[in-house]
């Protein structure tokens, strides 16, 4: 599903997640998933969408915040039902 959908590509030898004009106009940025991480960026992916990808992203940089402002509430947004399902288990 998340290589179907564009977001996300294999190249060398590993999955990255097609993250342009995602932390500001014009910003390419392609970053490698590491192995232990991809079951989770494709749990994401399949609850979210490309919102749990930025959510995800956002998280492996401590933090990181967009110039654009849409994607910032959509980081806000999936970090907030996170939170939600961790203490609903």
Do not use: T
């Amino acid at each position: 599903m998340l290589l179907a959908s564009g977001e996300g590509f294999i190249a060398e030898g590993g999955l990255r997640l097609n993250m342009n004009d995602a932390w500001g106009w014009g910003f390419a940025s392609c970053p490698i998933v590491p192995a232990s991480q991809v079951a989770e960026v494709c749990r994401l992916f399949k609850r979210y969408g490309r919102a749990g990808l930025l959510y995800w992203r956002s998280q492996q940089e401590r933090g990181m915040r967009s110039e654009l402002h849409d994607n910032n509430r959509v980081i806000d947004f999936v970090e907030n039902e996170e939170r939600i399902r961790k203490h609903d288990r």
